[in-house]
């Protein structure tokens, strides 16, 4: 009776997390399904299994919740943890692993389609989940004009998920991976790289 019982009890730490990622799990799905604005709080919470109140005790409104689905449906660590000289690369590779992977796509599109339609969608992932990470960007690339060289690194890595995973522009969406990096990771470099 005495390590059965202890094992089977998750610790209140343990209840929390998985409580926490049921909801992450809710939102995205949800917020792939119906975009920010028909995304409720009452809904995810439906979906998670938990009360409403558990959703905004852990956070707080539906703006911080949309960008915690979001950074987690769309992991930077690959991209905020190289260093200079691997940052093309890795800005590409992210924009490929986030999209190409058939579990992850959906939500990650989704997340997408809602800021390219919902102001306050797009707020949240332009100014948390995006720029904490351009921030990080413009930290490793250094140098007096980093912050504008992390921005463009962005918005050409944007323009290509945008053009070949939710437009569909024929050539992009049916190019090999290994052509678009042969082709545009130089560009990027050049990007990265000081004069």
């Keep these: 009776m005495s ?6 009890s998750p610790t ?5 997390h998985r409580s926490e990622a049921a909801i992450l799990t809710a939102a995205r799905a949800l917020f792939a399904e119906h975009g920010f604005e028909r995304t409720t709080i009452r809904a995810v919470a439906d979906r998670a299994e938990v009360d409403p109140a ?14 915690a689905a979001a950074r987690w449906a769309v992991p930077t660590e690959g991209l905020v943890l190289a260093d200079r000289s691997e940052l093309p690369r890795a800005a590409l590779q992210h924009v490929l692993d986030s999209f190409d992977d058939v579990d992850r796509r959906p939500e990650a599109e ?8 919902h102001p306050a969608a797009q707020a949240q992932l332009r100014d948390h989940v995006m720029g904490e990470t351009q921030e990080r960007v413009a ?8 912050e504008l060289r992390a921005a463009l690194l962005n918005a050409c890595t944007l323009g290509l998920t945008i053009s070949r995973y939710l437009i569909g522009v024929q050539v992009l969406a ?3 991976p290994r052509d678009l990096k042969r082709i545009l990771e130089p560009a990027l470099e050049s990007i990265v790289d000081s004069p």
């Design 174 to 176: 049916d190019a090999d």
């Design 12 to 16: 209140r730490a343990e209840r929390r």
């Design 54 to 67: 558990l959703v905004m005790q852990n956070f707080g409104s539906k703006n911080a919740l949309f960008e």
């Design 3 to 8: 390590g059965d019982t202890d094992q089977a």
């Design 110 to 117: 989704a997340l997408l389609r809602s800021a390219l339609t």
């Design 139 to 146: 930290a490793t690339i250094g140098g007096p004009d980093a």
